[in-house]
């Protein structure tokens, strides 16, 4: 229950502050987005995960060695 609701809050601060999160598992590189990360890339979550490919073109340039560093 406490955890639920944690998520509820986060979920419900990230749609105010127009912020967004995503983490991603490194062993099989499936990235994961919040609610508001999908809003903001203006992307429908119905069309399923995006690639690594996809998600690095919402990377700012400068930060794409650094985030694919990890991949």
């Known amino acids: 229950e ?3 609701q944690a ?3 986060l979920e419900a601060a990230q749609t105010r502050a127009r912020l967004g999160s995503w983490s991603m598992d490194l062993r099989t590189g499936q990235i994961t987005f919040s609610k ?9 979550p119905e069309r399923g995960p995006l690639s690594f490919e996809e998600f690095i073109g919402f990377v700012h ?3 794409r060695p650094r985030v694919t560093l990890v991949y």
């Open 2 to 4: 406490e955890l639920r």
């Open 7 to 9: 998520r509820e809050q």
């Open 36 to 44: 508001q990360t999908y809003a903001l890339l203006q992307r429908d």
């Open 61 to 63: 340039p400068e930060d």
